[in-house]
């Protein structure tokens, strides 16, 4: 009965490599977010998706790119991974447009990326 | 500046004590507040939404100050189970609406 779920939980990898993160969620909310949580654990959002449409763009390199196939799932795909990627990305998802002052959002477990 | 403060902590506590966390945001177009609750490496989840006019749920009691940008969270009758880091969080539209995070306070309870 996992309600937002992300694949894989720990990703280490090397500098320059190419890869992806899944989230998927089954709680049939139409907006789904890329937050990246660093050392400090400042959590930042990157990205939001509403049914499969970019509504945030937060400042974030271009070798990150979400993709978003169908409401229930958002990618993140980053290319040429650097030292300072090394962050825990959440995934999140809420129920409608992401227009509600009151919305909550509910979090995926994490996925925690290491760039050696 | 940060959008969001917090004082990082930790708050070492023992178990029955009474605990505040303050936290003040810059942004005066801000809407809605929230505490969410983060476990050690776990995700952040909803504690509870906060209310000009103040709101109780249990123990913890969330207050909201516009005028000053200023919420606070209280604690009474501090569990074990507690302990964890606390984010404040706000809510605003940009081109969208979205939730500016605090880096939180770490809360300790000692037995």
Redesign the interface.
């Known amino acids: 009965d996992t309600a937002v779920s992300q694949t894989p939980k720990y990703l280490v990898t090397q500098m320059g490599n190419d890869k992806s993160i899944k989230c998927e969620q089954n709680l049939g909310h139409d907006t789904m977010y890329w937050y990246k949580q660093d050392s400090k654990k400042f959590l930042k959002i990157m990205f939001s998706y509403n049914n499969k449409e970019l509504i945030i763009n937060e400042t974030v390199p271009n070798r990150f790119s979400p993709k978003s196939p169908d409401k229930a799932h958002l990618n993140l795909h980053i290319n040429s991974l650097e030292l300072g990627d090394s962050a825990v990305y959440f995934c999140a998802s809420s129920p409608h447009t992401g227009t509600s002052v009151q919305e909550t959002q509910y979090f995926g477990p994490g996925t925690r990326l290491l760039v050696l | 500046r940060?959008e969001v403060e917090q004082d990082p902590g930790p708050f070492n506590v023992p178990e029955g004590a009474t605990v505040a966390f303050n936290c003040t945001y810059s942004n005066s177009a801000s809407?809605?507040f929230?505490w969410y609750r983060?476990d050690c490496?776990?995700?952040?989840?909803?504690l509870m939404?906060v209310y000009s006019s103040g709101n109780e749920d249990g123990r913890f009691t969330a207050q909201l100050n516009r005028a000053s940008q200023y919420i606070s969270l209280l604690i009474r009758d501090s569990k074990l189970s507690d302990s964890a880091?606390y984010?404040c969080v706000v809510?605003?539209?940009?081109?969208?609406?979205?939730?500016i995070?605090g880096?939180?306070t770490r809360l300790l309870v000692r037995p």
Not at chain 2, 41 to 46: Q, S
């Open positions: 940060k809407q809605s929230f983060q490496r776990k995700e952040p989840k909803l939404s880091t984010l809510g605003r539209m940009d081109s969208s609406y979205k939730l995070f880096s939180g």
